[in-house]
């Protein structure tokens, strides 16, 4: 782990520029309490919060910086000597980082062992973190899902969904059909699916929508096959295919049934609104990924 005092960090970069500044960023992290944001928009642009500096400069749209690679493994030592609050923080950027983050420069090798290291530690506690974490409103859970998946299987297509099913009434943007290639949008609602023709302009098409009805029989036993999956060990790793009936189970331990219909609703054939192939979901999502 690159020492707080080392000059070398003055030769990093993170999305800015110059890194010289993150160890005092580190510090302040360290310092605070409680994981803070602020909720005006200009004010947290102004005077941001250790946190807010840490998904700008560190995380900047996606973007890993070397700085990002040497800062990291801080942010895991911080979380892990301080409350849950930091820990979920820290498993929210962890989360982040494996399923959408990309590398946006030249990384030392030293570096990249360190961030790898610090990943690893967050996976293994990731799911006591979820367990502990109390819910105050409907877009935590999923991203904290999404987080545990993705520290596994970050390039699974349940887990990239994750992050689209916060509402009860879930959109789900399908690139193409696979038969005529054109754009549709398909809605996960408490009762059936939707999919809705868009236009070339990016705008629905009035009364296109084509309507399933799932197939939802299987899914109490699902969930119990998930649930028995995440009680094997405190680092629970479960094949590829299980995915879905794992992070569901998990949805409904943490008494949210909704959010687990819609992860396993991921499975469903849809209509196309423009042609009338009927095909899974993912099959327009994945080819395109």
């Not at 020492?3 to 580190?26: F, I, K, M």
């Not at 193409?176 to 754009?183: F, H, L, N, R, V």
């Not at 479960?238 to 219909?261: M, N, Q, R």
């Amino acid at each position: 782990m690159l020492d707080l005092d080392s000059p070398r960090w003055s030769n990093l970069r993170h999305a800015y520029g110059s890194a010289h500044d993150v160890p005092e960023l580190l510090r302040a992290l360290e310092a605070e309490a409680e994981p803070a944001y602020r909720r005006d928009i200009a004010e947290s642009r102004e005077n941001p919060t250790p946190w807010e500096q840490v998904y700008s400069k560190l995380y900047h749209q996606g973007s890993l910086y070397s700085a990002t690679c040497a800062a990291f493994p801080h942010i895991v030592r911080i979380a892990e000597n301080g409350s849950t609050g930091k820990k979920k923080e820290t498993l929210l950027l962890a989360g982040a980082i494996n399923v959408s983050g990309f590398v946006d420069d030249d990384v030392p090798k030293d570096l990249i062992r360190d961030f790898g290291e610090a990943l690893l530690k967050v996976r293994r506690w990731s799911l006591d973190i979820v367990r502990q974490t109390e819910l105050t409103d409907r877009f935590t859970l999923p991203y904290l899902i999404q987080s545990f998946g993705g520290l596994r299987y970050p390039d699974s297509f349940f887990v990239r969904c994750l992050d689209r099913l916060t509402d009860r009434d879930s959109e789900i943007e399908v690139d193409s059909c696979p038969q005529c290639d054109k754009y549709i949008l398909v809605v996960l609602t408490a009762n059936r699916l939707a999919a809705v023709a868009i236009d070339s302009s990016g705008r629905v098409i009035e009364d296109s929508a084509r309507y399933t009805i799932p197939d939802r029989g299987s899914y109490p036993d699902r969930f119990a096959a998930g649930k028995e999956r995440l009680e094997e060990s405190e680092d629970p790793l479960w094949s590829p295919l299980e995915t879905p009936d794992v992070l569901a189970a998990l949805a409904v331990e943490k008494g949210d049934t909704a959010l687990a219909i819609r992860i396993l609703d991921l499975e469903s054939s849809i209509v196309c609104p423009h042609c009338g192939l009927q095909f899974e979901i993912r099959e327009g999502v994945e080819q395109n990924e």
